[in-house]
């Protein structure tokens, strides 16, 4: 009787700490929760092409016009946009990956005559002094607007007529006037609206292939951009990624936030590199 007293007695220590280490365990599996940040999640390094950028195009992207004719380009979307062209393309870092980025040749610029192409207006080329041949162009503001102008040789008995005028649209289709570019919407934090309870721990993990941020903020301010009427967030320190992490959360990595150090409520953030992702977390 007497040993079997000594074993429980030296067996309720052990019971206890198995049961603690149990519980704490237990308490930490389930006191985390995930967001992914998404967008975009591809990439072409050549034509600088993501998710939603197929908005913005010159419509038809490929045309012609026999030499001495006119190319006029028409702004019929909200953005301002260039008539470029280029020869080659360089590799440029942006946002943590090299893309190909289309050098200027000077050949034509719409910058060089009209500036911006602001919406509503046009841009013409004449091209009486340009040699038979293709001639690639692009957007210099959203340089993954692409395209490409062949001028034909000219018959020495081609009239004026024949030559005429190549007409080029230049298109952004927007949703949304509170929206900053088509396709913005498919970029985000999921789930957007987060519940935890105060002292989890939330794990943000950038599932897309450029860097964005986690940072709060409590006001906005607005500010026009063609027709649109958009909205930047102001950061207000309660807490940001870019505190430990200063270049952005980068592809495939993750930024844990205490909640321990957050009274109970909830808080607005957003990506202050692209600040149209934004979400809540209530804290409880």
Excluded at 37 to 56: K, M
Excluded at 129 to 146: E, R, S, T, V
């Amino acid at each position: 009787m007497s040993n079997n007293k000594r074993t429980i007695k030296h067996s309720l220590p052990r019971l206890t700490i198995l049961s603690i280490i149990l519980t704490l365990a237990f308490h930490t599996a389930a006191a985390s929760a995930s967001v992914s940040i998404v967008g975009p999640v591809t990439v072409d390094p050549t034509t600088i092409r993501n998710p939603g950028s197929g908005a913005y195009n010159f419509r038809p992207a490929v045309a012609s016009v026999v030499q001495g004719g006119q190319v006029v380009w028409t702004n019929r979307g909200i953005e301002n946009h260039t008539v470029t062209s280029y020869t080659t393309k360089a590799p440029f870092s942006f946002e943590g990956f090299t893309i190909q980025m289309p050098v200027p040749d000077r050949n034509f610029d719409s910058l060089d005559t009209v500036g911006p192409i602001a919406r509503g207006q046009s841009y013409t080329l004449d091209t009486s002094k340009l040699a038979p041949g293709n001639y690639h162009y692009f957007c210099l503001f959203h340089p993954w607007m692409q395209a490409l102008l062949t001028i034909k040789p000219s018959s020495p008995t081609a009239s004026t007529t024949s030559q005429s005028t190549t007409t080029i649209n230049i298109d952004h289709n927007l949703g949304k006037t509170a929206q900053y570019f088509a396709g913005s919407a498919g970029w985000g934090f999921l789930p957007r609206d987060l519940a935890v309870k105060k002292g989890e721990q939330v794990i943000f993990t950038n599932t897309a292939v450029i860097p964005h941020t986690v940072t709060s903020y409590t006001d906005t301010v607005q500010f026009p951009v063609g027709n649109r009427l958009l909205t930047s967030p102001i950061p207000d320190g309660t807490f940001d990624s870019l505190t430990t992490n200063p270049n952005g959360i980068q592809a495939g990595t993750t930024f844990t936030l205490d909640t321990n150090n957050l009274n109970t409520g909830t808080y607005h953030y957003f990506c202050d590199f692209h600040p149209w992702m934004q979400g809540t977390l209530t804290v409880t």
